[in-house]
């Protein structure tokens, strides 16, 4: 997942490192399968990796919980939490994208990895969730850009539209000079932790018997 952007006219105000003008970026895997692979990504909508720290962080929480897992993606960017997911267990990760470069850049590198574990979805996250889940996931990520309110409005999409199992887990990131959006009333707010300008939070979907499984 990334720091920056989404749809064209809604531009980001994430920080941004400092980098070469058209260089593009590196994410290094760093557990599972495919740990310390290097995978290249485009200089398209100023994407940065969410960092390995936190990484680490979010898939010690999950650990016991990804083995054959089917993740979801959104605003997926470099591929960060897919990729990890899949190195580290995962049975399938859907990386969802509305930038054409990346999305074709998430493609190249599952081949390059030697992967049919994951599939790229080049659409605005919202219009992807729009629709009703033909078959709900056991973890969602969400990293969307900052400032923008994209969890006010995707929360409400994940949960009516049956997009995460129950006693699934969905991982989101915003800014941590901001409270946290009001959550569905049956997730369940598992883990939080906040590294400078980055609160992210695990919720747990409670376990439901009139949900999808």
């Given at each position: 997942?990334?720091r920056?952007?989404?749809?064209?006219?809604?531009?980001?105000?994430?920080?941004?490192?400092?980098?070469?003008?058209?260089?593009?970026?590196?994410?290094?895997?760093?557990?599972?399968?495919?740990?310390?692979?290097k995978?290249?990504?485009?200089?398209?909508?100023?994407?940065?990796?969410?960092?390995?720290?936190?990484?680490?962080?979010?898939?010690?929480?999950?650990?016991?919980?990804?083995?054959?897992?089917?993740?979801?993606?959104?605003?997926?960017?470099?591929?960060?939490?897919?990729?990890?997911?899949?190195?580290?267990?995962?049975?399938?990760?859907?990386?969802?994208?509305?930038?054409?470069?990346?999305?074709?850049?998430?493609?190249?590198?599952?081949?390059?990895?030697?992967?049919?574990?994951?599939?790229?979805?080049?659409?605005?996250?919202?219009?992807y969730l729009?629709?009703?889940?033909?078959?709900?996931?056991?973890?969602?990520?969400?990293?969307?850009?900052?400032?923008?309110?994209?969890?006010?409005?995707?929360?409400?999409?994940?949960?009516?539209?049956?997009?995460?199992?129950?006693?699934?887990?969905?991982?989101?990131?915003?800014?941590?000079?901001?409270?946290?959006?009001?959550?569905?009333?049956?997730?369940?707010?598992?883990?939080?932790?906040?590294?400078?300008?980055?609160?992210?939070?695990?919720?747990?979907?409670?376990?439901?018997?009139?949900?999808?499984?």
């Amino acid at each position: 997942m990334a720091r920056r952007k989404h749809s064209g006219p809604r531009p980001s105000s994430k920080p941004l490192a400092a980098r070469n003008p058209g260089a593009g970026g590196e994410l290094r895997i760093i557990g599972g399968d495919w740990r310390s692979r290097k995978l290249r990504f485009p200089d398209a909508g100023g994407v940065r990796p969410t960092p390995a720290r936190t990484r680490e962080t979010l898939f010690n929480w999950l650990s016991f919980h990804l083995a054959g897992s089917d993740c979801l993606d959104l605003f997926s960017g470099s591929g960060a939490l897919g990729f990890e997911a899949l190195s580290r267990g995962a049975a399938h990760a859907t990386l969802v994208d509305n930038n054409p470069a990346l999305a074709t850049a998430l493609r190249n590198n599952l081949r390059l990895l030697g992967s049919e574990a994951g599939t790229v979805t080049c659409t605005n996250v919202d219009t992807y969730l729009s629709q009703r889940a033909r078959q709900p996931f056991d973890i969602v990520f969400m990293d969307p850009p900052f400032r923008q309110g994209w969890l006010t409005t995707l929360f409400p999409l994940l949960d009516s539209q049956g997009w995460v199992k129950s006693g699934g887990w969905v991982y989101v990131e915003h800014e941590s000079d901001l409270p946290t959006p009001s959550a569905p009333a049956d997730w369940q707010l598992h883990r939080q932790k906040t590294a400078g300008q980055v609160t992210y939070c695990l919720y747990r979907v409670a376990q439901t018997a009139g949900r999808n499984e």
